[in-house]
């Protein structure tokens, strides 16, 4: 087996997914700011790299930010229910990280508030503040 070795500041990031990888590429886009960095122990990584656990892929997903507005067209009959029950599945911390814009909303977050949406037959899109594209860790 041939094994691939990427060199990042006397560090080593393995394995043959290694060019598109999250960990690779976050090293190598480190900053002198930081004198140590962590790695992944090449000892760690399975033969079969391209089965590898620790691969972090740096295909950017799409995002929503900010959930302020989100109930404001949600009728009043609905409004409390409707809150509950997204309280009741990310939890009360993670729902007002969400509203303060702490945290992102991946697409599977963003498509549970359109299902809840729809179950309770309001129309039209959830209405988050913003989107962006970032990296999934």
């Known amino acids: 087996i ?20 999250l960990h690779r590429l976050a090293a190598l886009r480190d900053t002198p700011e930081y004198p140590s960095i ?14 590898c656990a620790y691969f972090q892929s740096t295909q950017k997903i799409h995002v929503a930010w900010g959930i302020s507005h989100l109930l404001d067209e949600v009728p009043y009959k609905n409004l409390q229910p409707l809150k509950s029950q997204l309280i009741a599945h990310f939890g009360r911390g993670k729902y007002y990280r ?5 945290s992102y909303l991946s697409p599977e977050d963003q498509n549970y508030i359109r299902r809840t949406f729809h179950q309770y037959n309001i129309p039209g899109e959830p209405a988050f503040d913003s989107y962006s594209e970032e990296y999934k860790w």
């Open 98 to 102: 969400f509203y303060r814009e702490e």
């Open 2 to 21: 041939e094994v691939k070795y990427y060199s990042i500041g006397g560090d080593y990031v393995i394995g043959e997914k290694a060019d598109n990888c």
């Open 38 to 51: 962590r790695i992944i122990n090449p000892l760690c990584i399975p033969e079969d790299s391209s089965q």
